[in-house]
Each structure stands twice: as structure tokens, then as C-alpha cells.
């Protein structure tokens, strides 16, 4: 009941100004962010990898409407992806990519300054000896984000894509995507969409994001399974076993501070498991959607405001 108001609250400028008074260091947001420098990031990054897991980092920021502020993300992309070469990080460490962070949604040449700001952050990663990941916005997006993906992969193969198994339209793309050497991230999708283009009823997105975990362990793609939830877990590892799957051939993905335990536990168990990891300055956003996706997390956040 709680989920759409708080994402359309993500998009309010006057909370988001009132919210980021708030510290990163305050318990709701730290649980989510590990803070908001690139050392923040390279350490939790170490810990991670040091407890067996592996990371996709993502540095915060979306729908940019200043081309100065794309650059200083792409900036800010290539001083994380060098700390992570120069620290011996980058073989178990990637990054995440939202193209309107980039530039995205920029007037008339929003596509075109994305494609170069991407391919910039894809170079650098290749130097690195890692890989870019494009995460998925909302439906509006969908699109614009797949050609740039088509249009990157022909120089970076090893770009990963994300789809969100809540649009209708998933299925499909995930048959598009589930060629040799195609990274897909599946999620279920965190945006608030409209019944034209997307499943409202959570059963109807679990269903579809079985359909789609079926096509891409079937395929011949890298499927890349982000989810907490321990049924989609547990029909991921169904699945690799009957298409004969090897660990490694897949792998788990799931949010910094969401079920550590259950991380651990499947990396434990010799699953290849990324943490998604969070960082900067701009967590508004993403913080409105981890707690509508969990809407008893509120009680804390208010707390975490009033005591300020
Ligand atoms: P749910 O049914 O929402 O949750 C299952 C269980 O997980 C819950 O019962 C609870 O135990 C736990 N859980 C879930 N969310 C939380 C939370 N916030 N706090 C505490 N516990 C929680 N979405 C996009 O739209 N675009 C992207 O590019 C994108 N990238 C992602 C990358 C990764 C690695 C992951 C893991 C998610 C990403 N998402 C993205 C978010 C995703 O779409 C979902 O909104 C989110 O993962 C919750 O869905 P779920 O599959 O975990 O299932």
C-alpha cells in the first residue's frame, strides 16, 4: 500500500532536500550506503571480497539534467575503477551504470553524451581488468538504454545488461538477450509503473521472473540473478541444475545490508555472489526505493529524522 507513494516521494525534490539533511552515517542510511567517498566504497569493496563475495559498485546519481554534473560522474567512475586496479580489487570488482547519471536525459543530446560517457567508463574498466554493467530505469527509458547496450557491445562484448522481469515486455527481451557472452542481470524492478506497460501484482512478477529465469538459465547467455527473495534463490538453483549449469556459469546478485547472511551462506556453498554496493552523495533516490520495497523499514527511517 506504502510503495507507490514512496516512489513517487523519491521523486520530490522538497523531501529529497529535507531528507538529505540527514547524515550517511544514520543507521537507516548506513545500512544501505556504506558512505559517500571512494574510499568508503574501496573498503566496503575489501571486506566483501575478502568474506568470498565479489561487487558491482555503483556511484550514486540519476536523472542528471546538467551535463556538468554527467561529467563529474564519469569522473567519479574512473577514479573509483583506478583505486580498484591500483588495490589489486578489479578482478572481483565491476561497476554499475545508470545511463541518466551520464547524461541520459539531457535535452536533444541526451543519448548521444550518454554513449560517449559510457564508452569512456567502458575503457577504463577494461583497463582496469573489469566490467560495466548498465542498470535499468523506468519504462521510459527501456528502449534508449537497450540500443546503447547494442551500440556499446560491438567495442565492449562484456557490457552486462539489467531487465526487469515486472515490464511485460521482459520476456521478450530476455529471448534477445540470451546469446554466448551476454551478461543479464534479472530483477524484478523497483520503479513505479504503470499497469499499461508493467505487472502490478506481485504474484504476476514473481511468475514473470520465473519465465524469465527460465529463458535466460536456458540460454546461453551469463545470467546474473538478482533477488533477495528465497524463492526465486531456490528455482535459480533449481534451474542450473537441470540445464547442467556449472557454478560460475551464473551467478547471484544482491544489495549491500539486504540478507548478508544468505550471501554468505551461498557463497559458502561455491555460488559466485555479487553485492551490489552503493555510494556518494546522491542516496536519496535510491534509499526511497529500498524502503518501499520494504515499507516496515519506515518506522526506523522516521526515527532516524526526527532525531536529526
Ligand atoms: P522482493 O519480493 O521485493 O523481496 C524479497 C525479500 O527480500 C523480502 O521479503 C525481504 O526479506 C528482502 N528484501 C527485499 N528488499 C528489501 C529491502 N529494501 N530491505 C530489506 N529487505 C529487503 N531495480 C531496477 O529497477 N533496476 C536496476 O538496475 C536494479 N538493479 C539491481 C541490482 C541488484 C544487484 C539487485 C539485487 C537489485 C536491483 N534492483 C534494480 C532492485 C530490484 O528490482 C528489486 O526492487 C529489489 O531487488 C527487491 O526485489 P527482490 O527480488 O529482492 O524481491
Known sequence: ???????????????????????????????????????????????????????????????????????????????????????????????????????????????????????????????????????????????????????????????????????????ADCRDLAYEGSRVRLCKGAYNEPESVAFQDKHDVDKSYVRCLKVLMGGAGYPMIASHDPRMVDIAGALATRNGRAQGSYEYQMLYGIRPDEQKRLADAGEKVRVYVPYGQEWYGYLMRRLAERPSNLTFFVHSLVSK
Open 1 to 171: 500500500m506504502l510503495r507507490q507513494p514512496l516512489l513517487m516521494l523519491s521523486r520530490s525534490d522538497k523531501v529529497k532536500n529535507f531528507v538529505t539533511a540527514m547524515p550517511v552515517s544514520s543507521g537507516i542510511v548506513s545500512r544501505y550506503v556504506p558512505g559517500e567517498a571512494t574510499q568508503d566504497a574501496v573498503e566496503a569493496t575489501r571486506e566483501l571480497i575478502e568474506s568470498g563475495l565479489h561487487v558491482t559498485l555503483d556511484f550514486l546519481g540519476e536523472d542528471t539534467l546538467d551535463r556538468e554534473q554527467a561529467d563529474a560522474t564519469v569522473a567519479a567512475y574512473l577514479d573509483v575503477l583506478s583505486a580498484l586496479a591500483d588495490q589489486g580489487l578489479a578482478r572481483n570488482a565491476e561497476v554499475s551504470v545508470k545511463l541518466s547519471a551520464v547524461g541520459q536525459s539531457l535535452a536533444d543530446v541526451g543519448e548521444k553524451v550518454a554513449i560517449e560517457n559510457a564508452r569512456t567508463i567502458c575503457h577504463a574498466a577494461r583497463n582496469a581488468g573489469t566490467t560495466v554493467t548498465l542498470d535499468m530505469e523506468d519504462h521510459t527509458t527501456t528502449d534508449s538504454t537497450l540500443g546503447i547496450l547494442r551500440e556499446l557491445r560491438k567495442d565492449f562484448p562484456e557490457t552486462g545488461a539489467v531487465l526487469q522481469a515486472y515490464l511485460r515486455r521482459t520476456e
